[in-house]
């Protein structure tokens, strides 16, 4: 079988360096970032800038814009290819900017970013277009299967943007307003492979849990490439286990200590990333995901939530 890229999938609040970090060094071969606003990037904002740092070992990153304004867009992706803005930090190059069409959270649909734009497949197109033209690297598009059921429009909206240059599309199987609930219809991005030329890679996306899923979605919808959410939040090994089930092996689950010691490892790379301050308040719903299930978890939850130091979070992950 052809080697099926398994890519973490951008996700606002969690895919920050340190995280894309460890899912590349546990068996992710692509990593996506938070999603950044393309009109704060124009506007020179500082933070939005951090979102998009890549550090060493993160090699295969993609950076992840939104917005709606073809231009913004196009100036946004230029910057960020290039590393040309203040606060740059790039130890490997962007792989490919990738172009948010499936956000469905309110402030960001409302301003006509995100899953919005599926509504109108032309102004995709133009999109993709005015990035294509802004940078040298390959352009890529997350979508949804559409705005709602009665507006399922994954196979346009692809196609629109592969007219304009994308070279990928990645498809999470479920429409706006289903947002995470009920489970993702891989029958869309079964329709986005057939209807798309063979060469561009589709993506499928949308509740892989274990490698059982894996084999399942490319059972299921012939697509050339995995992304992985919500599962890796707790479970980065899940990109591991998902390469032994393609590749027909089994699988050993990291032993509780190896999973706290990581949980540990990831709040200490966020902590120096972010301060101790700003970090150990942000790794309480991070570690929180790691632990999940465990015996004792709801009293290390409620340690974590009191933590004021790295040092407290340690003594709470301890094995
Ligand atoms: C907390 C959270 C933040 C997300 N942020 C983004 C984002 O910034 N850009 C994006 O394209 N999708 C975002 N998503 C959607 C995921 O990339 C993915 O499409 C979705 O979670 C379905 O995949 P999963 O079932 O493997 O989680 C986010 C999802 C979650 C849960």
Not at 18 to 44: I, N
Not at 147 to 156: L, Q, T, Y
Not at 176 to 190: E, F, H, K, L, T
Not at 250 to 272: G, H, N
Request: aromatic letters at 4%.
């Amino acid at each position: 079988m052809e080697h099926l890229p398994l890519i973490l999938a951008p996700m606002a609040g969690f895919t920050d360096a340190p995280f894309r970090l460890l899912c590349r060094r546990l068996g992710a071969d692509r990593t996506v970032t938070e999603m950044v606003s393309a009109q704060a990037m124009v506007y020179k904002d500082r933070k939005t800038a951090a979102l998009a740092k890549i550090p060493e070992g993160d090699d295969h990153c993609t950076i992840q814009l939104f917005g709606h304004d073809p231009v913004v867009m196009g100036e946004a992706a230029a910057m960020l290819a290039l590393g040309d803005y203040v606060g740059a930090s790039y130890a490997h190059p962007p792989m490919a900017i990738d172009i948010n069409m499936g956000c469905p959270v309110r402030k960001i649909v409302t301003a006509g970013d995100g899953s919005a734009l599926m509504q109108n497949p032309a102004l995709c197109g133009q999109i993709v277009a005015a990035v294509v033209r802004a940078v040298r690297i390959p352009v890529t598009v997350k979508i949804r299967a559409g705005w709602d059921k009665e507006h399922i429009n994954a196979e346009a909206v692809a196609a629109a943007c592969v007219e304009n240059g994308a070279a990928q599309i990645a498809v999470h199987g479920r429409t706006r307003s289903q947002m995470y609930a009920p489970s993702s219809d891989n029958g869309v991005i079964r329709s986005v492979r057939h209807a798309l030329p063979t060469d561009v890679p589709v993506i499928g996306n949308g509740d892989i849990r274990s490698g059982a899923d894996v084999l399942a979605m490319v059972e299921e919808t012939g697509c050339n490439g995995i992304m992985i959410g919500r599962e890796a939040l707790g479970n980065p090994w899940i990109f591991a286990a998902a390469r032994a089930a393609l590749a027909g092996i089994s699988f050993a689950p990291p032993t509780e200590e190896e999973v706290l010691r990581t949980a540990m490892e990831l709040v200490t790379a966020i902590v120096q990333d972010k301060g101790e301050e700003a970090g150990v308040r942000e790794s309480r719903g991070r570690a929180a995901h790691f632990i999940r299930g465990m015996r004792g978890s709801a009293r290390m939850r409620e340690g974590l939530n009191r933590a004021l130091t790295l040092s407290q979070v340690q003594e709470i992950l301890q094995f």
